[in-house]
């Protein structure tokens, strides 16, 4: 005999069923877009505390961050953008970037290149008459890989630093800006020619005014390379390296690791394709254009692209060439350098932490969220908590008696002003 179906049993099991089914979902992609908005909601949304590692004889850590207090108090993300992804994602597609309206200066290189550089002061953002102040700090920025003066993070720190009474310049890589390549060389992650040549001509130009280096991304790759590659002999007062890819090897094994990485290895790969699609002709001269087509990955790109352009053997030895993680050692300027340990991109085990912390000019700040580039704070996700971070070290160090100020020494010979590191200019006393 057939046994009676209880109809509310039945739509009790499929209640379950579904309940069951709609847990498993929220669990995979709670785990799969890193959420961590139940973390903040039992923690109080108390934020994250900042880490600082360094060495415990800097002087910079003691005169110069010790007095900021973003450094020293807690970030708090953005709760409906409780993931690094979605922090990510949001400043590439929304961003909320204040308005703002740049004046154009083209630069050229030695090798023919031409450099777009977008300025903004104070008298850009506020309507004020422009200061003529000579001494008035200047703030130069490397923004990321396939970004430049209009990308909403560059937006964000243009306008906030232009804002205190600063004046700020994008050092656009080449090809962006809305200028072309006019030379047979396209930039890339270690190429320090053009931000060396911008600096010295602003050095010269305006030598009345400190200057300041930000990088992001990997611009923050290339001005730690430059940094280190030029040591004390360099006329750059400070400098910030923000998100660092640091050690390009590791990052493009991390990138290619997990499924979610290669999603962001793919859209990169795909800005890079546009960007070679802007100065095809340069690519179809220098690189080989049908593998750049058929790039899928940031290594395919670099593979028929980049390392080609740059005359590299092969894509690790451009890679291990590149990276500064071997160059911070030889950094003599203050250096702040400030990554998220959640970034998607730039892992953190490329940060060369012990190499941070035996260098005296460098204080390495690592906060648990923010994603790439990102930091977003507030209900209304309006502020970037690194802007602030950025300008208040390079204001608290502009203060200060710590700011790098590059030797010069003139000769008794002919009366002309040489510019010398600490070891040449030890080598010349001895020798009066």
Same mark, same amino acid.
């Given at each position: 005999m057939g046994g009676i179906i209880n109809p509310n049993e039945t739509l009790t099991r499929c209640s379950i069923s579904r309940s069951c089914s709609a847990f498993i979902l929220f669990s995979i992609l709670y785990n799969f877009l890193e959420l961590y908005f139940l973390q903040d909601l039992f923690s109080g949304f108390s934020g994250s505390p900042v880490l600082l590692s360094y060495n415990t004889s800097s002087s910079i850590l003691n005169a110069v961050v010790s007095k900021c207090k973003i450094l020293h108090g807690r970030y708090f993300a953005t709760p409906w953008l409780c993931s690094p992804h979605l922090q990510t994602l949001f400043l590439n597609y929304f961003g909320r970037p204040p308005p703002l309206k740049y004046t154009k200066q083209l630069f050229s290189t030695a090798d023919g290149e031409t450099i777009a550089l977008d300025w903004l002061s104070t008298s850009h953002v506020s309507g004020d008459v422009a200061s003529e102040d000579e001494s008035v700090p200047i703030v130069v920025v490397i923004p990321g890989l396939t970004s430049d003066s209009s990308s909403q993070y560059i937006k964000h720190l243009a306008y906030h630093t232009a804002k205190r009474g600063w004046k700020v310049v994008i050092c656009n890589h080449r090809g962006f800006g809305g200028v072309s390549i006019t030379s047979g060389f396209s930039y890339n992650a270690g190429w320090t020619e053009d931000i060396r040549a911008v600096v010295n001509y602003l050095h010269k130009e305006k030598s009345m005014a400190p200057l300041f280096v930000v990088g992001t991304s990997i611009g923050a790759n290339i001005l730690v390379k430059y940094l280190g590659e030029d040591g004390e002999n360099i006329p750059v007062a400070g400098a910030v390296a923000v998100c660092s890819p640091w050690d390009l090897l590791i990052g493009d094994r991390y990138i290619r690791r997990r499924r979610v990485q290669k999603i962001y290895d793919k859209a990169i790969a795909f800005g890079l394709q546009d960007y070679a699609k802007?100065?095809?002709? &340069?690519?179809? +001269?220098?690189?080989?254009?049908?593998?750049? !087509?058929? %790039?899928?990955?940031? +290594?395919?790109?670099?593979? &028929?692209?980049? +390392?080609?352009?740059?005359?590299?053997? %092969? *894509?690790?030895?451009?890679?291990?060439?590149?990276?500064? %993680?071997?160059?911070?050692?030889?950094? %003599?300027?203050?250096?702040?350098?400030?990554?998220?340990?959640?970034?998607?991109?730039?892992?953190?085990?490329?940060?060369?932490?012990?190499?941070?912390?035996?260098n005296k000019n460098i204080v390495l700040a690592t906060v648990k969220h923010g994603? &790439?580039?990102?930091?977003? !704070?507030?209900?209304?996700?309006?502020?970037?908590?690194? *802007?602030?971070? *950025?300008? !208040?070290?390079l204001g608290v160090l502009h203060s200060s008696n710590y700011m790098h100020v590059q030797e010069k020494v003139k000769t008794a010979e002919d009366g002309m002003v040489a510019e010398l590191n600490n070891d040449q200019l030890t080598m010349w006393k001895k020798h009066m």
């Open positions: 802007l100065h095809q002709s &340069h690519f179809s +001269r220098n690189a080989n254009w049908e593998g750049i !087509e058929k %790039s899928f990955t940031v +290594r395919d790109f670099d593979d &028929h692209a980049t +390392r080609v352009v740059a005359k590299y053997e %092969s *894509v690790d030895t451009f890679y291990r060439r590149c990276s500064s %993680s071997t160059y911070v050692q030889s950094v %003599s300027v203050p250096l702040l350098c400030i990554s998220a340990l959640d970034d998607p991109i730039c892992t953190t085990e490329a940060i060369p932490w012990d190499e941070c912390k035996a994603g &790439h580039l990102a930091f977003f !704070e507030g209900i209304t996700a309006s502020h970037l908590w690194w *802007v602030r971070a *950025v300008n !208040e070290f």
